[in-house]
Nanobody, 126 residues
Framework: QVQLVESGGGLVQAGGSLRLSCAASGRTFSVDAMGWFRQAPGKEREFVASITWRGGYPYYADSVKGRFTISRDYAKNTLYLQMNSLKPEDTAVYYC???????????????????WGQGTQVTVSS
């Protein structure tokens, strides 16, 4: 019902910046919130940031606060993640996801999200 396509990943040196995009299509009227997750080799999927779709209120994991900014263009059905001051430990596949029935209590739980993109690779070299 909702299709998500990420873009903007790549290779960057430590301290550099990247901007990820996630284009949503389909039944986007059902979206209550959007989020970014990442998964590095040998690690489980972890929460990065989320945003309420209509209100645009952002939430962040402690590991990225002050460095990453999540935003959305409601009219264009597009989600963004601006990543600054990148570190090698930020290296991962980054996924965008959407969900209905969003709550603050469950915002960081990947299994609460309904639809997922295919992911985009971010590699930060030291």
């Amino acid at each position: 019902q909702v299709q998500l396509v990420e873009s903007g990943g790549g290779l960057v040196q430590a301290g550099g910046s990247l901007r990820l995009s996630c284009a949503a299509s389909g039944r986007t009227f059902s979206v209550d919130a959007m989020g970014w997750f990442r998964q590095a080799p040998g690690k489980e999927r972890e929460f990065v940031a989320s945003i309420t779709w209509r209100g645009g209120y952002p939430y962040y994991a402690d590991s990225v606060k002050g460095r990453f900014t999540i935003s959305r263009d409601y009219a264009k059905n597009t989600l963004y993640l601006q990543m600054n001051s990148l570190k090698p430990e930020d290296t991962a596949v980054y996924y965008c996801a959407s969900r209905a029935r969003w709550t603050i209590a469950t915002m960081s739980r990947w299994n609460e999200y309904d639809y997922w993109g295919q992911g985009t690779q971010v590699t930060v070299s030291s």
